[in-house]
């Protein structure tokens, strides 16, 4: 197939569908131990467990799999006659060739997991689905847990999976986001890959960007950690997918349509020049279409259903709480011509399919829960119909809406009429980002009402900073009434503050029951401050006991500290075998401290193994800070033979230290072809410096164009200083257009000193918003009550 150089190539022959995988390279990151034999033929897969989840990979339906159609059902020579839409030609990219490596080690004996990361409708699952072709013939199943719940179904049949079983978890945060089961998912899909018996299986996932970057974002200091699991279990397993076709992939789209393949023939007809072709495969022109000439009633009900979705509201959005929020999004006149049926005429507006079957807004049945909900985890149903945004529209509202705020009505509606608790917390949070202060008050207290622990703990915050410490500890043990270990954490450092040292270790101790040691490793710290280093061993042995590897790592740490490396060792090794990877770091330093070369590196390349790609980088920074600059480079070229080319510019680094100015261009090349965006930024830099400025800004809107766009506002700041306030300005609202809040700031600051002050006062409100400045920046002394929906000050009140 064309698509691809030759040493990345999947090829599709005409008959019998055989898909024939031609990879070239050597490194495979396996997720489970190799098998005792590595081979893997039709005859073995007679030996597949049955029983299991799953059906075989061929009597699946792509569709049935939520792969997008990309044209509308057909009718038969026979009346009435429904025959399944046709899958246009497939087009191989960058990202098929590393999928395709993973598919080869699993068909080899080895568990994999690979989740693929990018926008609504730009092919994720399809290439899930292609992949997975070659498994079919050696008697693969596969299993997509969907039915009572998606969350549902994986926490209760992932231990039921056997050998040679694909695990289809498309739009993976539906069970990683969950909020009540994600991390045991996590824990549970990691279990599975790493448990020898049960291989090999094949995982595929697919994410939004925002949801990887959720997932993946590291808390800050004394926040929860809710990802913790999923983080760990994502890390060095995710593939991008990009947005548009490049212009080899065109090139290929372009020939299967002269083959004859109609639906990329006529979809390259709008999708040429942009190279968004499988978005406008899967209909979203067309939904764009919709909402841009909807009438006014209809294009407000999109518009409230938005910025639902953008704020956090679920996927069911109440129809009562569409129409009530719909009014305020309506200009006057407008608004003055609604007839009695408005609502009603304009959701059958939106419910009129487009190419693909899909709906701007369809009416959908969620499914009813075969068993009573735990009474901590019950939500009140909502009353009445619910809709859902199509997901093309939802994407399309979080790029061009994301400056906007949602007027009253919609606020008003979220208040009286969304049920779920986490819906009205992610609301609350919403409004205070931007410090619609009396409107976050209102919906935390009703999350509150209807059970959510996260809006008891943020009213207790807000309880603490306001000096009433007894309100604060009633609303966090109610919380903790609810078993909820973060409250618990909270309280104890209450106790903390307030002198009960006593009552907070017993708070530690009952979230460790609860399987949450953070607060004990915590409270050694403090010991550890105060000088009580018993005592902080004490508590590190407690979490430790309740299996809190990092407690080891911690409690090893104060052995060497110490003195005594050998107890700190064996501390370290106990964690090892437990795969902590940063115990593996640890005892690596420690061996490179002791001369164990060798030793350093075995451990530091099992870190690798672990699912750690920078533990070979740690031990080259040791070596570099040695002096040992060849020893360093060797391990850095090590961590790029194993995948990571973003380690060269590490090394590129070492080379301009050496003076090896030549050498060190030439490595961040390679990296910069890899589209690593911190070598487009070193490489600049150092065009830069040889007075190459045109070179320099060319590779950073290179560094822009792969997700950098704070790159422009270093570059911005530059031209400002050197008295290029238009050129900065410039800079600047390129940055804004990428999605960048923060550089309207930076913009204010410029109109600001220029004396456009009104100017200044504009942008600081779109970043207002936007949710960019929060309750943290100066707002409280410029409007102390908050802001009303549209921008006013908000009048004081209680």
Known sequence: ??????????????????????????????????????????????????????????????????????????????????????????????????????????????????????????????????????????????????????????????????????????????????????????????????????????????????????????????????????????????????DAFDTQALAAATALAKDGDRLLEDALTRARSHGKLT??????????????????????????????????????????????????????????????????????????????????????LPRPPRRPPAPSNAAPPAAGPVFRLADYLEQHGRTTRRHLCPPASFWYAAHTRIPHPDDLENLAQAAEDRHRLQWAHHLRHRAADHGSINSLSRLAELRVE??????????????????????????????????????????????????????LVDLAELRVEAGDREGAERLLQQAADHGDTFALVRLARLRAEAGDREGAEGLLQQAVDHGDTIAMVDLARLREEAGDQEGAEALAQQAVDHGDPFALVDLAHLRAEAGDREGAERLLQQAVDHGRPNVLADLARLR?????????????????DHGDPFAMVDLARLRAEAGDREGAERLLQQAVDHGGPNV????????????????????????VDHGDPFAVIDLAHLRAEAGDREGAERLLQQAVDHGTLGTGYTLNRLWPYGLDPDGAPTPPWQ
């Open 466 to 519: 306001a000096g009433d410490q007894e309100g604060a500890e009633r609303l966090l043990q109610q919380a903790v009434d609810h078993g909820d270990t973060f409250a618990m954490i909270d309280l104890a450092r209450l106790r903390v503050e307030a002198g009960d040292r006593e009552g907070a270790e017993a708070l530690a101790q009952q979230a460790a029951d609860h399987g949450n040691t953070d607060i």
């Open 1 to 242: 197939m064309v698509g691809l150089p030759e040493q990345h190539r999947i090829q599709q022959k005409a008959s019998g569908g055989e898909l024939v995988i031609q990879v070239a390279g050597d490194y495979h990151e396996h997720s489970s131990p190799a098998p005792e034999s590595a081979e893997s033929t039709a005859d073995d897969a007679g030996a597949a467990r049955s029983d299991g989840p799953g059906r075989p990979i061929g009597d699946w339906e792509p569709h049935d799999l939520e792969v997008h159609p990309a044209g509308p059902g057909r009718t038969g020579l026979g009346a009435g006659t429904f025959v399944r839409p046709v899958l246009p030609g497939y087009v191989a990219r960058a990202h098929d060739a590393v999928l395709a490596d993973a598919v080869r080690n699993a068909a080899a004996g080895y568990s994999e997991l690979v989740v693929l990361v990018g926008s609504s409708s730009t092919g994720k699952t399809r290439a899930c689905w292609e992949a997975v072709q070659p498994l079919a013939d050696l008697g693969w199943r596969l299993w997509h847990p969907f039915d009572p719940t998606r969350a549902q179904a994986a926490l209760e049949d992932l231990h039921r999976v056997g050998p040679r079983t694909v695990v289809w978890l498309n739009e993976a945060q539906h069970y990683l986001g969950d909020r009540a089961v994600g991390e045991q998912i996590a824990a549970a899909i990691h279990h599975l890959l790493v448990s020898r018996e049960r291989g090999p299986v094949l995982v595929l996932g697919t994410l939004w960007p925002e949801y990887h970057k959720r997932y993946t974002a590291l808390p800050a200091p004394g926040e929860g950690d809710p990802h913790s699991r999923v983080r760990e279990l994502l890390s060095g397993r995710t593939l991008t997918v990009p």
């Open 712 to 735: 422009l506002a270093d570059l911005a700041r530059l031209r400002a200083e050197a008295g290029d306030r238009e050129g900065a300005e410039r800079l600047l609202q390129q940055v």
């Open 279 to 364: 978005q406008d495969l899967a209909g979203a022109p067309e939904l764009l279409n919709r909402y841009q000439h909807a009438s006014p009633a209809a294009k407000a009900l999109l518009e409230a259903a938005m910025d639902a979705r953008r704020l956090g509201v679920g996927l069911h959005l109440p129809q009562a709480f569409l129409t009530e929020a719909a009014p305020d999004y309506l200009t006057d006149t407008d608004y003055d011509q609604l007839t009695d049926d408005w609502a009603e005429r304009a959701f059958a507006e939106l419910a009129e399919p487009v190419h693909g079957k899909q709906a701007p807004l369809r009416r959908t």
């Open 656 to 672: 301009v230290k050496a003076g090896d100015r030549e050498g060190a261009e030439r490595l961040l090349q390679q990296a910069v």
